[in-house]
Antibody
């Protein structure tokens, strides 16, 4: 069974950092591109970042470019999102999702940026 | 960036109704369109990809159509478990973009 499980969310002060993780199982992780998507409270879905199966190709949304860094460790079947210089508007549930058409999603991990 | 516009933003329907949701892209995206269902407090669930291909395990009451800039999601006979918010998403190019969502209510 395909599973992706996010972790690492929590309450963080503005300007601080947080690292999210996504553990994948049930599929050959190193052959799939992966994405991070978020959803602010009561809002729609916002794509954040993409990483190719090899890790060599990476894209970011303008809203997080220069502050967030996506990475992966294929040996550990894991995806990461390093979030720096966090702002109140980064408060959201963060999801990892498989492939360009987002066929499998995790349950999400909530991030609250507040003093 | 490709803008995705869904309509309506919400609709009221009854069990057994046939429901159609529309999604329009700001430019030609061929058939690079996906549909998702999201229930409150839950992650989105993939329903359809490539505009009309049903994801594994998704019931056939869901169907998608369209190509180019105009797409539809149809639920043939609405059931209580189908009351949710539905999103379209283009994957013709990055940044991936979503429609604003359609909330299907009783």
């Amino acid at each position: 069974e395909v599973q992706v499980v996010e972790s690492g969310g929590g309450l963080v002060q503005p300007g601080r950092s947080l690292r999210l993780s996504c553990a994948a199982s049930g599929f050959t992780f190193n052959t799939y591109n992966m994405n991070w998507v978020r959803q602010a409270p009561g809002k729609g879905l916002e794509w954040l970042s993409y990483i190719s199966s090899s890790g060599f190709t990476i894209y970011y949304a303008d809203s997080v470019k220069g502050r967030f860094t996506i990475s992966r460790d294929n040996a550990k079947n894991s995806l990461y999102l390093q979030m720096n210089s966090l702002r109140a508007e980064d408060t959201a549930v963060y999801y990892c999702a498989r492939t360009i058409y987002l066929d499998y999603w995790g349950q999400g991990t909530p991030v609250t940026v507040s003093s | 960036d490709i803008q995705m516009t869904q309509s309506p933003s919400s609709l009221s329907a009854s069990v057994g109704d046939r429901v159609t949701i529309t999604c329009r892209a700001s430019q030609d995206i061929n058939n690079y369109l996906a549909w998702f269902q999201q229930k409150p407090g839950k992650a989105p669930k993939s329903l359809i990809y490539a505009a009309s291909s049903l994801q594994s395990g998704v019931p056939s009451k869901f169907s998608g159509s369209g190509s180019g800039t105009d797409f539809t999601l149809t639920i043939s006979s609405l059931q209580p478990e189908d009351f949710a918010t539905y999103y379209c998403q283009q994957y013709k190019s990055y940044p991936l973009t979503f429609g604003g969502g359609t909330k299907v209510e009783i």
